[in-house]
């Protein structure tokens, strides 16, 4: 399963993305200027909130091989507003919020609850994260791992509406909502097949 840190401080790429065994990593290519869609949102850790500023979604394409049933790979991160992001440059320590969805439309997320659980199905998140105190630059902060729960999604080309209910392993409550754009990033000249493994809108 990858799990998403996008590394602002690289100057050639914007956006890297992990498997989690860091065997083989995944470049989404930026242009040397950072840019996330922006909005207002919080997230909600046993009591403890914190404001989540904006966000990006990167869509992978296809995930699966099978032709009967396709599924379709997009990623979200949300990040805090404790970043100071200049140009290509990203600093400061902040908490992030990362979902790896499925859904059957090659087109993007449709609307509708999407239930963590590691069978990818239409309407899942098949990994989950949230990280505190993060720094882009050193990789350092406190990781959870998402055991469970489901996020609803709203969206209208890239105009998001998102409100999750999870729980990490750890035992902690997390909840949340973010409403603003989200960028879209393409990484979806491979494909995508993965053995563990535009903007129109959606009714």
């Known amino acids: 399963m990858k799990n998403i840190k996008f590394l602002f401080a690289l100057l050639a790429i914007t956006f890297v993305s992990f498997s989690c065994d860091e065997d083989d990593t995944e470049e989404v290519p930026g242009d040397g200027t950072i840019t ?13 909130s914190s404001t989540i500023a904006g966000g990006i979604v990167i869509n992978y394409g296809l995930f699966n091989s099978d032709p009967n049933n396709p599924l379709y790979n997009f990623d979200i991160e949300l990040i805090s507003d404790d970043y100071v992001i200049s140009g290509e440059n990203i600093s400061g320590q902040g908490e992030n ?23 990818a199905g239409d309407f899942t998140f098949i990994d989950s994260d949230v990280n505190l105190e993060y720094d882009f630059n050193t990789g350092s902060g406190t990781e ?10 709203t969206r209208n080309g890239n105009n998001y509406d998102l409100s999750w209910n999870i729980s990490g392993d750890g035992g902690q409550s997390i909840t949340g909502t973010y409403n603003g754009t989200l960028t879209l990033f393409n990484d979806d000249n491979d494909d995508n097949d993965n053995d563990d493994n535009d903007d129109d809108s959606d009714d």
């Open 36 to 48: 996330i869609g922006v909005g207002n949102g919080s997230l909600v850790i046993d009591g403890n």
């Open 97 to 119: 919020v990362y979902f790896e969805l499925l859904t059957d439309d090659a087109n993007g997320l449709k609307n509708g609850t999407y239930t963590l659980n590691q069978t």
């Open 144 to 153: 959870i791992d998402i055991v469970s729960g489901t996020l609803e999604v």
